[in-house]
């Protein structure tokens, strides 16, 4: 079988490797010449992701992946068109369907007669059937469901844990019609294995939804949910502290049954996910009013840790400022949405001199976002802990001399400061 995914980024090349390593003959399609010259060389892209490495150089060594930047010879050669390109929001929070409806009317103008289209990016509902499978129809003169199949199958994976991911977790198949629906399950039977799980309604598997705008829904649920959940814990956290209440005591009690799953408040919520694709919801859905609080909720977090930092330093101009995180979760290698961005612009403009540190990006990195950055911490005023790697949480923070204050965003210093401190310790 030939499989042609476009987007080798951090979704669309483990598919890909995972896919080419069942027997498969896989093209990547991408735009970056670096990319496609690395991996097709064996070298992965991006770093951080398990065994990516080891695999990559398996299968490109087996010549069951190439990577190119021909897209005609690329969806031409194609059995299967998976489509792993991100939709991207513009500054108003709305969707940039500008780079992905490319994509999708090139696949039309190439591909042949009888193949397979999964859209595996998150969509708003309704976009697979009323704006990609009527583009295709439009450029290619074929129709959806009789001369080509189209799915929503929705990528449900974390970075650094993708392998196993896709194992664990049912992979959901929704078409434009019942037969597409059918043969998107043929194929990803063919293409993926699935650990026993005893915990699901029905055996780990592929499993056949009602249709693509169900398969879209769901994906945007579960997401959204993680949101909601988030901000439910930020707006209890902030109730909390105006009581004297220790609300991580509070999570740890009302979790202890089965019925309540509280989250952890933050100072950010970031990644390409989370703070992206609620808004797809809201903005279809007029009537919104829990998601659309929780979301503003969640983006006000950043802001109200430097309100809170203010009340007891009210004057941060001049002051050495350390943001301590710059990934948007731990162990993860990416800055997107990340609220560390947000406390820069933030500090800046109270005229705070900002450094940054994450042991994942190297000093050229660093500053290319933004920030100052030294290797000396004596040099700071104060710290807000943004991510919680573990390098951070190694660090003898009473030993810093200058230090004036630290608002821990993640509560995840607790133990370690708790009446051992000689400054201002701050959180949520």
């Not at 509902?125 to 074929?142: P, Q, Y």
């Not at 001199?353 to 004596?378: K, R």
Request: net charge neutral; charged share 20%; with cysteine.
């Amino acid at each position: 079988m030939n499989i042609t995914i476009i987007g080798m980024g951090k979704i669309g090349l483990p598919l890909a490797v995972s896919f080419a390593k069942k027997g498969n003959k896989v093209t990547g399609l991408d735009i970056n010449l670096n990319t496609i010259e690395k991996i097709n060389s064996g070298n992965e892209p991006f770093p951080g992701e398990e065994n990516l490495g080891l695999y990559l150089k398996e299968v490109i060594d087996n010549n069951f992946l190439k990577a190119t930047f021909d897209i005609e010879s690329a969806i031409k050669s194609a059995d299967v068109i998976l489509v792993c390109v991100p939709l991207i929001i513009d500054s108003n929070s709305k969707a940039d369907f500008s780079g992905i409806d490319l994509v999708v009317e090139n696949i039309g103008k190439y591909m042949r007669k009888g193949v397979l289209i999964s859209i595996e990016t998150t969509l708003p509902v309704g976009t697979t059937r009323n704006r990609f499978a009527k583009s295709i129809e439009t450029v290619s003169s074929l129709r959806v469901g009789q001369e080509f199949s189209m799915v929503f199958s929705p990528e449900r994976v974390s970075s650094g844990r993708i392998f196993n991911d896709l194992r664990s977790y049912p992979k959901l198949v929704g078409g434009v019609t019942e037969s597409c629906t059918q043969k998107g399950i043929d194929f990803y039977e063919a293409v993926l294995d699935f650990d026993k799980r005893k915990d699901l309604p029905k055996p780990n598997g592929v499993w056949a939804l009602q249709n693509c705008e169900t398969a879209e829904f769901t994906k945007i649920a579960e997401t959204t949910y993680r949101d909601v959940n988030i901000g439910l814990a930020n707006e209890f956290a902030l109730y909390a502290d105006s009581k004297d209440i220790d609300f991580i005591e509070v999570i740890q009690a009302a979790n202890s049954q089965p019925y309540s799953h509280l989250h952890s408040p933050g100072i950010s919520v970031g990644g390409h996910c989370i703070p992206v694709y609620p808004n797809f919801y809201i903005q279809d859905n007029k009537q919104s009013q829990i998601v659309r609080a929780a979301r503003e909720r969640n983006l006000s977090m950043p802001l109200l840790a430097i309100q809170r930092i203010k009340e007891k330093h009210p004057a941060l101009a001049d002051l050495s400022v350390g943001v301590f995180g710059i990934s948007y979760r731990t162990g993860v290698k990416e800055s997107a949405f990340s609220g560390a961005l947000e406390l820069l612009k933030i500090l800046k403009s109270e005229g705070a001199n900002v450094y940054g540190f994450d042991p994942l990006f190297n000093e050229e990195e660093i500053l290319s976002m933004g920030f100052m950055h030294t290797q000396n911490y004596s040099k700071l005023d104060g710290i807000i802990l943004n991510t919680a790697h573990e390098e951070f949480l190694m660090i003898d923070y009473n030993k810093m001399s200058s230090i004036k204050f630290i608002f821990d965003g993640r509560n995840a210093l607790t133990k370690i400061l708790k009446n051992k401190h000689n400054f201002s310790y701050l959180s949520f």
